[in-house]
C-alpha cells in the first residue's frame, strides 16, 4: 500500500476507534469513520493473540494486498483500521478477500449514505 493510503501514527487510529462506527462478520471487524476529504486511509492493526510474528506479519500482507489491488473501487471520503479475527489465519486467500471486500462495501453503504 502506498504511504498516502495508509494510517500510521496512533493518533489516527486513535480518531477512527473514538469517533468511527464499528462493523463485524466472521473474520473481521472494521471500524470506519467518515471525512470530508478526497481521500482514502486504511490501517492494518492485528494482535499478538495471533502468535509470532511471521504470523502476524503474514495476515497483515495479505490484508494490504487485497487493499491495494481494490482501493479504486472503494470509493473516497473515509478512514477505516481493519482487525483481523484469529481464524483468518486458515482461510484461503480468496474467502478472505471475499470476506473483507463483503463486509467494507457493507459498511460504506451504512456510514456514507
Known sequence: MNKEI???KNREFQTVYRRGKN???RNFT???RPTNRKKVKFG???TKKFGKANKRN???RRIKEI?????CDLGLG???VILPKKNTLEIDYIELERSLLRL????LKKVLN
Open 78 to 80: 473515509y478512514e477505516m
Open 67 to 71: 487493499i491495494r489491488l481494490n482501493v
Open 23 to 25: 462493523f463485524w462478520n
Open 104 to 107: 467494507i462495501n457493507f459498511a
Open 30 to 32: 472494521i471500524f470506519i
Open 44 to 46: 492494518v492493526s492485528v
Open 6 to 8: 495508509r494510517l500510521r
Open 58 to 60: 503474514l495476515i497483515k
